[in-house]
């Protein structure tokens, strides 16, 4: 077993989240990789959290679906796949590992792109693996670029806007910047592709990255001319984030989404001095004394805590019943909606869902 099943899992799940879920979903935000892809020695820590490194060294496509079944009796869970990748990984490696695995398990998947290809490359590689988008990531910007300097356009440029947008593909998008969601950059750049790049699928990952209250700022009004934009939820267990979102945009163009391998993580996210913490089991994930974002509690406390997945999941519920989301509603978060996105993007595929 890849691992542990506790009772207090059984008994959350069985208590706030089996009857809240639909019996199909799709997570349309995991990864999947092979240590053998990773360059060993990081160059670009400052600019991203290292507590992820700690939960997986990998996750294979394997582990994933066995994830699934560990933590969802009863239900069928489908991925949108893609890598985990910095500079100095073996990228096309890993890609090529995401298309093989998508193949074999009739699952979506995305190609994780390097600001650096060029259109053509870009286009060929998509075309080539039969991918329904891309995933961007600011760790494989320029390197000279500080952390709050980085831009979107630093790592998703123009020209890669403009295939993905004649293609009509998905970008999955994790916003850069200290001040996440509520950041003016971020925002006037969200809205500047969402107006000249009407064809392609613009998801804004983990709503903007507000995992605190006061990430959020005035970015809904901001945005609210941005009727297509998309957002998950993904590694965020803030209802009153989601309870914002909810009523900014509705429930039909929110997406159910986990950042897995690392919502296998036992923990309780807390708020601190505006920034979130993971409180986690003493020891459990070795020394987490020198991170800002991490935290530990032993004995009774410990024993309680249960998987990062059912408490993003329980955060979605909390919220729903406080903007009065109906069954349907729950069904086009966690299925309906990735299901729409997926087949627009790729029509003429059959996935695990449709079987």
């Not at 069985?14 to 995991?30: A, Q, V």
């Not at 890993?94 to 979506?108: F, L, T």
């Not at 593909?169 to 809205?191: E, F, S």
């Amino acid at each position: 077993m890849l691992f542990e099943i506790k009772e207090v899992d059984r008994k959350f799940y069985k208590d706030r989240i089996i009857d809240f879920l639909p019996d199909k979903m799709i997570d349309l935000h995991t990864h999947v990789w092979l240590d053998e892809f990773k360059k060993k020695n990081r160059e670009d820590k400052l600019r991203t959290v290292t507590w992820v490194n700690l939960i997986a060294e990998d996750n294979s496509i394997e582990d994933l679906m066995e994830t699934y079944e560990l933590m969802f009796p009863s239900k069928q869970v489908t991925p949108v796949i893609f890598s985990s990748l910095e500079r100095g990984d073996r990228i096309d490696d890993a890609n090529e590992y995401i298309r093989q695995s998508g193949d074999k398990w009739a699952v979506p998947t995305l190609l994780f792109a390097c600001p650096w290809w060029s259109s053509d490359e870009l286009e060929k590689k998509v075309k080539a693996g039969g991918f329904l988008g891309i995933k961007v990531y600011l760790s494989l910007s320029d390197p000279k670029i500080a952390a709050n300097d980085i831009t979107v356009f630093d790592f998703l440029p123009r020209h890669h806007l403009e295939v993905i947008d004649k293609l009509g593909l998905i970008v999955m998008l994790h916003i850069p910047r200290k001040d996440r969601l509520k950041d003016p950059v971020n925002l006037a750049q969200i809205k500047q592709i969402h107006d000249e790049y009407p064809n392609l699928k613009l998801v804004i990952a983990h709503v903007g990255r507000a995992y605190c209250d006061g990430d959020v700022g005035d970015a809904f009004e901001v945005l609210k001319s941005c009727d297509r934009l998309l957002y998950d939820f993904s590694a965020n267990t803030n209802s009153w984030v989601f309870e914002q979102l909810i009523k900014a945009v509705g429930p039909g163009r929110i997406f159910f989404g986990s950042d897995m391998p690392i919502l296998r993580m036992r923990m309780k996210r807390i708020t601190r001095g505006g920034i979130y913490v993971n409180v986690v089991p003493k020891g459990l994930y070795g020394d987490v004394s020198g991170d800002k974002n991490m935290a530990e509690v032993d004995g009774s406390e410990a024993e309680e805590l249960t998987f990062f997945m059912y408490e993003e999941i329980n955060a979605f519920h909390m919220a729903a019943k406080v903007c009065k989301l109906g069954a349907s509603d729950i069904e086009d978060v966690f299925f309906n909606n990735a299901a729409e996105l997926v087949r627009s993007a790729g029509p003429t595929k059959k996935f695990r869902f449709d079987l």
